[in-house]
């Protein structure tokens, strides 16, 4: 489970180093991480994770409830990325400026993805986050 936030910055060639904590998901595998457009950000993904998210993609389809213009989109929108010796990872230009990526960036876990947002975003948005959270707690789902 990704969990935490790191900031970080993009270099001038458009990567991002990877925390250790999530890079060891891929330690001693073949394997690529899974990068995709979000809701204002961009999605990190294990294969699994993606595989998970294609396939809710392609169940809303079949039943409807979502347009397959979507899930051309995150096919067409979606890169396989891989972490260099350094844990970097190269971010294609279309996806930083979909997601208004500048310098700063936060890495933030989701649970099963890490999510990459503009770190002013990011920040503009903790006091309605920190508040839901509280909500949630409050309204009995803490201790």
């Excluded at 809701?39 to 699994?48: I, N, Q, V, Y």
Aim: glycine content about 8%.
């Amino acid at each position: 489970m990704f969990v935490g936030n790191y900031a970080h910055s993009l270099d001038s060639k458009g990567r991002v180093v990877l925390p250790a904590k999530y890079r060891r998901y891929l330690d001693g595998s073949e394997n690529a991480f899974y990068l995709s457009q979000a809701e204002g950000c961009l999605a990190l993904w294990l294969p699994e994770a993606f595989d998970q998210t294609v396939e809710r993609f392609r169940e809303r389809v079949r039943a409807g409830t979502l347009e397959k213009a979507a899930l051309d989109g995150l096919y067409s929108n979606s890169e396989q990325v891989k972490p260099d010796t350094q844990g970097r990872i190269l971010l294609p230009e279309r996806l930083i400026s979909f997601a208004g990526l500048d310098t700063d960036v936060t890495l933030v876990g989701q649970g099963d993805h890490v999510a990459i947002w503009d770190s002013t975003r990011w920040a503009e948005s903790s006091a309605e986050r920190d508040a839901k959270v509280a909500e949630a707690f409050a309204a009995g789902m803490g201790i």
